[in-house]
């Protein structure tokens, strides 16, 4: 069963990571013998919080096992944090962050928060940074494979389709604007990372777009993931996770999953998007 012609290399040559394409013994033990300790941050804002215990119990079994975790959960409700037994050489830091009214505020915030936290404790605690939604759980292995000095993940509902349609931010008057033939992929804001130094930069960059944009009484089209388009066309990503790890809805992974010629697109579908109760999880 061989893997059908799916892009294992970027134009700038960084790997396209895919199951097949990486060692995993290999991997665990370089990174093993480094001591690496790898930061998640997630951010559980008002109703959010219900989505930490699939979300954590998940990392627990799928997440970078065998090696050093810190989980950095950024909550308005710290007392409201479940207490998930972790396995040895895991810890959770529980940060208090406030909440903005706007949910397009929560999500853009965390570029802010991020870029602060990186500066005044990550790059003390941590090698590698990987941000990430709450709203997901870990469903197979995404483990040091993903590790590179800055990394983005293709946006499952826009993998294999023609720049055009790539929902970037198109006003040019908005920080984040990207020309009509200019772009490389659609990432998603749902999974990126890397060192701590460049996620600092990255974040720091699209915090200080999104207050451009802002004062210019503009928002950008997908909010921060607009803007972390518009940073990795210009900072190109080391390395790019395919679809595996981002997977949104029941449907698509079954897309993902049919044959396509002699095998399947997707062979494991790590990282899925959760089910929302729209009704109650939207509404204030
Ligand atoms: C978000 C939308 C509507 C109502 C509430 C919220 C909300 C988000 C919230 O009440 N509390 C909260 O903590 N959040 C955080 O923001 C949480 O970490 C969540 O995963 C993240 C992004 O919101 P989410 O997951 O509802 O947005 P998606 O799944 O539609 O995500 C994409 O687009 C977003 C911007 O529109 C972000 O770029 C996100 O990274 C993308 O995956
Ligand atoms: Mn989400």
Not at 15 to 21: A, F, H, L, Q, Y
Not at 125 to 134: A, R
Request: one cysteine or more; aromatic letters at 14%; glycine letters at 4%.
């Amino acid at each position: 069963d061989t893997q059908p012609d799916v892009p294992v290399l970027t134009p700038w040559l960084a790997p396209i990571v895919w199951e097949g394409t990486f060692n995993i013994d290999l991997l665990d033990e370089h990174f093993q013998s480094q001591n690496v300790t790898i930061g998640l941050t997630v951010f559980a804002v008002k109703r959010y919080i219900c989505y930490l215990t699939m979300f954590l119990q998940t990392a627990e079994i799928h997440f970078m096992v065998g090696h050093r975790v810190n989980y950095y959960v950024f909550t308005d409700q710290p007392d409201n944090v479940p207490r998930i037994l972790l396995q040895k050489g895991r810890q959770m830091v529980i940060l208090k962050v406030q909440s903005y009214a706007r949910w397009q505020d929560i999500s853009m915030r965390r570029m802010e928060t991020i870029s602060i936290f990186s500066q005044e404790r990550f790059h003390r605690e941590v090698n590698y940074l990987v941000c990430v939604d709450v709203d997901m759980k870990f469903r197979d292995h995404v483990g040091v494979e993903i590790l590179s000095s800055l990394f983005g993940t293709l946006h499952p509902g826009y993998y294999a389709i023609g720049k055009q349609f790539f929902p970037y931010e198109r006003n040019p008057q908005s920080q984040a604007s990207i020309l009509e033939n200019e772009g490389d992929f659609y990432y998603t804001a749902a999974f990126f990372g890397g060192s701590v130094p460049e996620v600092y930069r990255l974040t720091k960059a699209c915090h200080q777009a999104i207050m451009m944009d802002q004062a210019n009484h503009i928002e950008a089209v997908w909010h921060d993931e607009s803007h972390l388009n518009k940073y990795l066309l210009y900072h190109k990503p080391t390395k790019v996770l395919s679809p595996e790890y981002m997977c949104h809805t029941a449907e698509e992974c079954i897309w993902f999953q049919n044959k396509r010629g002699l095998s399947t697109i997707v062979k494991r579908v790590r990282f899925v998007t959760l089910q929302k109760n729209m009704s109650y999880i939207r509404t204030d």
